[in-house]
């Protein structure tokens, strides 16, 4: 069966530092890949997605990007963070394009920033 | 632009009643709904999902209707039980996946 894997589960980060939070799928092979953000009390937000392999569309121009440097890993990252990036990060794996099926999703990454 | 949204941002039920939480789209090119349920602290789970030329899908427990003639879709969650709190989405596929905002189910015991 598919699984996917998100971490770290929370992280502090100081205004200005680098991100990088990882996402990888097991049990699949070409998956499309896409990275949410999730405000409290609101719906997902879609930040990026993926159909393969160094391919990556952004959905909202941000201070974040998006890698995908091999088929069932997906990294998110930033330079300098800001307050405003603070937030529930989820990652979602769905099978490729062209088939009604649903994504699915980790358990998210809370990102604090101070 | 597109949009998802929900009837009540809450709904409280008693235990083993059962539940209906509804949800209203404005894209009437959609092809594909779908349920999500998320837990405090965890990524949305799939629950159930419906293609466009379908106008009822069963699951265990849970029914999901689409009338497409008022662009409106609910959820049927048949003995609501305490496990069910949470949190419910619907979205929406036409060429992306666009969510509602969701409405928290709070079991009364």
């Known amino acids: 069966s598919q699984t996917i894997h998100q971490w770290p589960a929370t992280l502090v980060q100081p205004v200005g530092s680098p991100l990088s939070l990882e996402c990888t799928v097991e049990?699949?092979?070409?998956?499309?890949l896409y990275w949410y953000r999730q405000a409290a009390g609101r719906g997902l937000q879609l930040l990026f997605y993926?159909?393969?392999?160094?391919?990556i569309s952004s959905e909202v121009p941000q201070n974040l990007s998006a890698s995908r440097p091999q088929d069932r890993q997906f990294i998110l990252s930033s330079k300098k963070l800001l307050l405003s990036d603070s937030g529930f990060y989820l990652c979602?794996?769905?099978?490729?394009?062209?088939?009604?099926?649903?994504?699915?999703f980790g358990d998210g990454t809370r990102l604090s920033i101070l | 632009g597109e949009s998802v949204g929900l009837h009540l941002p809450t709904l409280s039920v008693q235990e083993g009643d059962n539940s209906i939480i509804n949800c209203a789209y404005s894209?009437?090119?959609?092809?594909?709904f779908i349920w999500y349920k998320q837990e405090s602290g965890k990524g949305p789970q799939f629950i159930i999902d419906i293609r466009s030329n379908m106008d009822k899908r069963q699951g265990q427990r849970v029914t999901v209707l689409l009338n497409k003639t008022v662009k409106h879709l609910s959820l049927q969650i048949a003995a609501t039980q305490p496990g069910d709190s949470a949190v419910y989405f619907c979205a929406q596929e036409a060429e992306k996946l666009t969510f509602g905002t969701g409405t928290r189910l709070t079991i009364i015991p």
């Open positions: 894209n009437s090119a959609s092809d594909y």
């Open positions: 979602a794996w769905s099978v490729g394009t062209g088939v009604l099926e649903p994504q699915h």
């Open positions: 993926s159909v393969g392999i160094g391919q």
């Open positions: 049990g699949t092979s070409n998956p499309n």
